[in-house]
């Protein structure tokens, strides 16, 4: 086994990488040329004519904004209680606390359902989410 094992470092050894295509060659240089240098933006603004558009445009923006947005009216929604309906209920049986006391486990399964009502628009919004409750309780060993 040893001596398969050193034949194969043997040749792993021999090996000799390729060397990379020279399209692979020539995207890497192009990556790490320098980046080309960014003007700030404030060297845009040296031009006397550049600020004035600049004051024009921004009193024109404030001069021609509209108003104050109407404030938007609040829904008046009722809501209706929530309804529980139960899917499922095992019993696990008895297991071991973390403080070593014997319990019992039994898990139930519930479908939520919560409704809201637009009284003004008749609208309603029915949403449904699952629910998962474990119950546990003393059990008394014999």
Same mark, same amino acid.
Request: net charge neutral; hydrophobic share 45%.
């Given at each position: 086994?040893?001596?398969?094992?050193?034949?194969?470092?043997?040749?792993?050894?021999?090996?000799?990488?390729?060397?990379?295509?020279?399209?692979?060659?020539?995207?890497?240089?192009?990556?790490?040329?320098?980046? #080309?240098?960014?003007?700030?933006?404030?060297?845009?603004?040296?031009? #006397?004519?550049?600020?004035?558009?600049?004051?024009?445009?921004?009193?024109? %923006?404030?001069?021609?904004?509209?108003?104050?947005?109407?404030?938007? #009216?609040?829904?008046?929604?009722?809501?209706?209680?929530?309804?529980?309906?139960?899917?499922?209920?095992?019993?696990?049986?008895?297991?071991?606390?973390?403080?070593?006391?014997? %319990?019992?486990?039994?898990?139930?399964?519930?479908?939520?359902?919560?409704?809201?009502?637009?009284?003004?628009?008749?609208?309603?919004?029915?949403?449904?989410?699952?629910?998962?409750?474990?119950?546990?309780?003393?059990?008394?060993?014999?």
């Amino acid at each position: 086994m040893k001596d398969e094992l050193d034949a194969l470092s043997d040749q792993l050894r021999a090996f000799v990488p390729a060397p990379p295509p020279r399209e692979l060659e020539q995207r890497v240089a192009a990556d790490l040329l320098p980046a #080309p240098k960014v003007r700030p933006f404030i060297s845009h603004f040296r031009h #006397p004519l550049a600020w004035a558009a600049a004051v024009v445009l921004t009193a024109g %923006i404030w001069r021609f904004a509209p108003g104050k947005a109407p404030p938007t #009216p609040a829904i008046a929604w009722e809501s209706e209680p929530v309804v529980s309906t139960p899917v499922s209920v095992v019993d696990e049986g008895f297991s071991s606390a973390p403080d070593g006391r014997t %319990i019992r486990r039994v898990r139930m399964k519930f479908e939520d359902t919560l409704r809201w009502r637009d009284p003004a628009s008749g609208a309603q919004l029915l949403v449904s989410f699952p629910r998962e409750e474990v119950l546990t309780s003393p059990a008394r060993a014999f």
